[in-house]
Structures are given as C-alpha cells and as structure tokens.
C-alpha cells in the first residue's frame, strides 16, 4: 500500500525553481532515502511535505489523500510527523513536558474543564504524564525527565526530538538529518535506532542525511535530489554506482 506519492511537485521563490517535477512514491512499512548535495532543495521537500510550504503546483497524498493546503499541525493529527535538521525542541521546558505536548493533540478534555482543572482534565492529564514517562523510558531519558531539554547533551536532544515525534503516533516519519553533528560512535547508535523505532512502531521512513554510510546501512531504496530535481532512484547498491549521482557529488563528469 502505497502511504504517501508526490505528483509534479514544484516550488518556486520568486524567479528561484528549489523543486521542480519532484515524484516520490514510499509504501507501507518502507524505509527510504532523500540524499543530494547542499542547497539540492531536500528540506524544501520536507517543508512542503508537513504544510510548512504550500507547493507552487503539483500535489501530495497522504494516503491517497491530498494534504497540500492543510496546516502542519493537521498533518501531523493525520499521522506524519518530523524532526528538523536544526533541533527544534522547547529548550526551556522540562523533558517529559515535550513529550507531554505532543500527546495534547489528541486530548478529550475541554478547555473549561482545563481551566477548572475537573476530575476528568486531572484523570487525563495523569495519563498522558504516564505515557510520557513510558516512552522517555524506552528511549533511555526517564531519569531525564524533570532535566531542562536545554541542558542535555547533544545527542540525547536529538533523541528527545525522534521521541516527541513519536509521541504523535505517526505512520510516516520524517527525519531531517537526524545524524548531523555526531560523531561515528553517536552516528552508528542512531541507525541502529533508526532500524529498531521502525520496527518497534510498525513506521514508514523517510530520512534525509548527508552521512552516507548511514544511508546506505539502513534504507532500502534512495532517491537523489540534485538542483530541486530527481536524478537518479534505486536500490543503495544501484545508487552509489550511479554516473549521475558520482557527478552531482564530486562537481565534474564522470568519464
């Protein structure tokens, strides 16, 4: 089954073409790569996908069903989460209350009953803490509950961000260069949690990254973005042997 399918996607800044004809299909359960060079549109192609751009032209399902115009808070109720490349957490908010704010999307309670704090809003709220501390500790932060996410490591906030996304309960999760400033021991951690998280959570996975060995180790199939456009797709194999993909990465033609 087919989860989500870009057609003729396009998106312009003034005179600027950053995607263009973009065609992306990921089914159920898949693991997929987005990889290109610097300034090849790839996180052009997330923010259309979450409704932070609204495409030029084209469309994209979700499922059959086209989001393009939704907010990306709707995008995210119908079950696409993302991380970002620059990590986006409440910094100056507790752990669990990242991870408590991702649950609040799908809370029952009105907003009378929050402001009287009633028995069914403290009911509630006890069970979203619980839920909270349950994922922080499949995620190894549950003695970092009541830290600052300001005050973590590097590493352990990029870790605190899959988690929040995961507290959505996505089908499809975006991760935008989730390896970005690690280093090889950190880098290694994160595929192998990269392959765990789909597996534990029965995701679909689209993973923009620079670390091509990290790439190549855990996607099944990789599009290449070069200039906003697609230049190549295949298997990991396919894709490093691939002229076009050698050339867009080292600027010169290969002979």
């Known amino acids: 089954m087919t989860i989500l399918k870009t057609v ?113 809003y403290k009911k509630e709220e006890e069970e979203i803490a619980q839920k909270a501390i349950d994922l922080l500790k499949i995620f190894n932060l549950e003695d970092k509950k009541d830290e600052y996410a300001k005050n973590l490591p590097y590493g352990e906030q990029r870790r605190l961000e899959i988690t929040r996304a995961l507290a959505t309960k996505p089908k499809l999760l975006l991760l935008d260069e989730p390896a970005a400033g690690m280093n090889p021991q950190e880098t290694h951690q994160l595929m192998e949690m990269i392959r765990w998280i789909k597996e534990k959570f029965s995701l679909t996975v689209l993973l923009i990254e620079h670390d091509m060995s990290l790439v190549m180790n855990v996607c099944e199939r990789i599009y290449v973005l070069d200039y906003g456009r697609i230049i190549a797709h295949g298997t990991p194999n396919e894709i490093k042997n691939n002229p076009k993909v050698i050339e867009a990465y080292l600027g010169e033609e290969v002979c």
């Open 8 to 120: 003729n996607l396009c998106k312009k800044f003034g005179g600027l073409n950053a995607v263009s004809d973009f065609e992306i299909t990921i089914n159920d359960g898949e693991l997929v790569g987005l990889i290109g060079p610097n300034g090849a549109g790839k996180t052009t192609v997330f923010n259309m996908l979450t409704g932070v751009y609204e495409p030029t032209s084209g469309d994209i399902l979700f499922e059959d069903k086209s989001i393009v115009g939704k907010k990306p808070y709707n995008i995210t109720q119908l079950g696409m989460a993302r991380t970002f490349q620059n990590i986006r957490l409440f910094k100056d908010l507790k752990v669990i209350d990242n991870v408590k704010i991702a649950y609040h999307q799908n809370v029952i309670y009105s907003v009378a009953a929050g402001v009287l704090q009633t028995a069914k």
